[in-house]
Structures are given as structure tokens and as C-alpha cells.
């Protein structure tokens, strides 16, 4: 049998790090990365045929569990019938009608492949749309690995510590301007100073590469207010929250306070397949080619085994999932933070409907300073000690917690049972 450090070992010598995305790597947890040959509903299995149950979930895109029947079962199908065509389907179609019937805002929608893609394109359109040249970002928000959009951002550039990337050029960093999340008096001034060159703000619906850190009350809707009122545009990212934390993503949550001109999707809606989207006003996606000016394009754009993912994935994800997607979140983040409380260790804790993630400190943070200024030292141990005991939480404090439609009653169990002594051990680190 291969074991897990022979696997990671044979990897470092041909992948860098070993690891084909860093936000897999091990960094800030320590220990060697798990590789993983099988999942299924709420569990899976490493190379060592040790089964976890997944609180990652791919990161998002597996809310009905792993390998669910009906999605499995039309992937097999689209694939039967042909890989790639590099031309238009009708499947395409119908994955975009679901989309626009589940956001109100879309009211067109284009087919990527992967959320980079996605809000990398939703840049581009903003820019050529009101012809102008910045862009406003918040520290601490992950919008995918654009040379525009690592300032600052959180998710594995968080959990490294690092406040951009090599290899971007200044040219091209000085057009992003970060400022603090949850912060008018920012957003005003960054108006005030430049509101004639701002094509656009992106935000996460709700952020949720730092950690969860919600939006306050209305500031989504002072973002669009703001943005419309200097010309700009409001890139909402729900590549993380779409389709997720509710049948209508954050945006569905928030109804109708504010409309967004451009929304990002990616993870649910590809069904564990590279699949993403960007939708919005009709007349601002009419921008793009063939119609406007603005160019993208892909030659696996709307793959029909990834278009059949995404279709199967969002035709059974039904108001009874997102019951069991929110019950199961209550349970495991009321029992994690009562393990916390007995084992006398400062926590808070933060909710983007069904996604939720624990800080190291005791008040609830509202921005990047105040996220990383937490004893997240504590989090390798804990961590550790529920990996250990078969539970595969994502490997940064900085992250949130994925739960599944697939966690019965043995799953949670398996968690419960883990969460004391592992709140003990994070509270002797
Ligand atoms: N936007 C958000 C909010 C994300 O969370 C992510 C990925 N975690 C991305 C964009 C980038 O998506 P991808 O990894 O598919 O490129």
C-alpha cells in the first residue's frame, strides 16, 4: 500500500509544493497534506484507506455530499455522449435558465470555467462598460488568482501570510485599490478622491476567505448606492456563497435591498466539475463578444459534463437541502463552540447562512486587521486533533467550513464526539 507521506513525497518531486492549488498544502497547520483517492456522501477516503468526514467539501461545490446519484448519473450520461465540443448545447442553455431563475439580478448569463475566470472576465466587462480604469477591492477578499486581484486578498494568501503575489506588476496593482471591509467612511473617500476612474467594487456577497466575516446591515446596499450614484458598477462575487448558503445565494438573503450589475458564481454551480459564471444586466453582458467589444472566450466554456453537473446539482438542491445544509451547520458550530467554552478558550463565531467559521478572540471581527488579530495559533492543534480522531476540516483558521446535505446522524456523531478533546488541545497550544 501507498502510504500517505510516500504519495506526498512522490508529488513534491514533480509538482511544486506537492500540491496543485497552495490552499491544499499544509502551510500554516503543519504536517503532510492528505491525498485522497474517494468520496462519497459525507466521508472521504485517503490513500490509506482512512475515511474522514468532509467539512471542505471540495471548498464548496459538494453541498449535496460527494458522488450524489443523480449528479454522478448525469455526468456518466453527458460523458457517454461526448467529452467536448467546443461548440453550443442546449444544456448550456438550460444550466443558464436555471441561474437566472434562481437570481433575479441575472438577467444574462455566460458560461467560464473556473471563478477566476469569472470575476477576471467581470473586471474586464466593467472596465469596457463605463470605460474607465480602477478597481475597488476590500483587504481580505478572495476573488481567484487575477494579477488584479491579489492585493490584499485572503483565503492561502491569508493563511501564508503574504500581501500579494510576486509577478504582479506595479502598473497593474495600483489599479486595485484595497480598503477595509465594513467600512463606509473608506468606501466615501476612495469616491471622493477617485470617483470618476472607479469602473467598479467587487465584493464577496458575504467574505468568506478570511474566515466568515459578514457584511453589516445595509452596507451591501451602500456599496451599490455609492458605486451608482459616481457611475461605477457593483461586482457582487458569490463564487463561494451562490447557491450555497441558500437557493438564491447571499443575494437571495438580502432580497431585493439592492441589485448588483455583475454576479460572479463558481463551485455549487459547476457541481464539482470547472464550471463558473458571470451574470448580470442584460444591456452590461451584451458587452461582451460576439455582441460588444469586450473579448473572452473559452474552449471548454460550457463543457457539457460539467454544464450536466451543474443542472443535476441545482435541480436537487431544494429547499429540503438547504433545511438540512442549515440544521447541520446550527449543530456542529453550537456543539464546536460549546467544546470551545469547556475547554475555557476565546472564541467567536460567524454565520453566512449555512457557512460559519470560529476566530480565536471574542469579538466578532469586521475586517481583515481585525481577523488576523486573533491566537490563531491555536488552530493547528485543533485541527489536528479532529483530523486524528476522522474529521477533515479545511486546513487554515482563515477558512470556512463547508457542511454537507449528505452528514447523517453516524457523520455528525463522528464530529461531536471528536470536538472536546479537540477544543482541549487548542486551548493547551
Ligand atoms: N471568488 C471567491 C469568493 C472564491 O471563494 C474563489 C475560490 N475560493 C474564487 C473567486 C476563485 O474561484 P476558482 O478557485 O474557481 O478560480
Redesign the pocket.
Known sequence: MTTNQQAFDRARAAIPGGVNSPVRAFGSVGGTPRFFVEAKGAYITDVEGRSFVDLVNS?GPAILGHAHPSVIKAVQDAAGRGLSFGASTPGETELAELILSRVPAVQKVRLVS???EA?MTAIRLARGFTDRDLLVKFAGH???HSDGLLAEAG?GLATMAMPGSAGVTAATAAQTLVIPYNDRDAITAVFAEFGDRIAAVIT?AAAA?MGVVTPLPGFNAFLAETAHANGALLIV?E??TGFRVGAGGWLGLEAGSYTPDIV?F?KVVGGGMPL?ALGGRADIMDYLAPLGPVYQAGTLSGNPVAVAAGIATLKAADTSVYARLDAAAETISTATAAAFDAAGVAYSVQYAGNLFSFAFRSGVPENYEQVKAQDAFRYPAFFHAMLDAGVSLPPSVFEAWFVSAALDDEATDRILTALPAAARAAAAA
Open positions: 471548498w473556473t471563478g477566476t470575476t478572495y476573488h481567484g483565503s464577496e476567505n462575487d463564487v463561494l460572479t463558481g463558473a
